[in-house]
């Protein structure tokens, strides 16, 4: 059986987290995507501590399919560094990681 992950990035738009999350899914890289907003992130960039509204994507898709995904999200993610964190699925009911394996699988 695949190994799955869930893949977080956060993005500073609405619109820019349904388009991470719209291109995953059509490119078959994750089976699903779900946006969490508004959140607050505090954070230090280039020497200053900012605090804005961010938009959360977490991705489910398989190891294999990760490479593709993360060269994805730092192509497109506008960014220049983005969060993209993989943390593995230890366990999931049978049919849900069926479904996964299925909606990343290049060959449909």
Do not use: F
Request: with cysteine.
């Amino acid at each position: 059986m695949a190994a799955y992950l869930t893949v977080l990035t956060t993005t500073g738009s609405e619109e820019s987290a349904h388009a991470l999350a719209r291109a995953a899914v059509k490119g078959r890289l994750a089976a699903c995507a779900q946006i969490e907003a508004p959140i607050t992130s505090v954070y230090r960039w280039r020497g200053e501590i900012h605090t804005d509204p961010e938009w959360r994507v977490h991705l489910k898709t398989t190891d294999a399919r990760y490479p593709a995904l993360e060269a994805l999200l730092l192509e497109t993610h506008p960014y220049d560094v983005p969060e993209i964190i993989a943390t593995a699925i230890d366990r999931g009911s049978d049919a849900y990681l069926r479904w996964l394996d299925e909606e990343t699988d290049t060959r449909r």
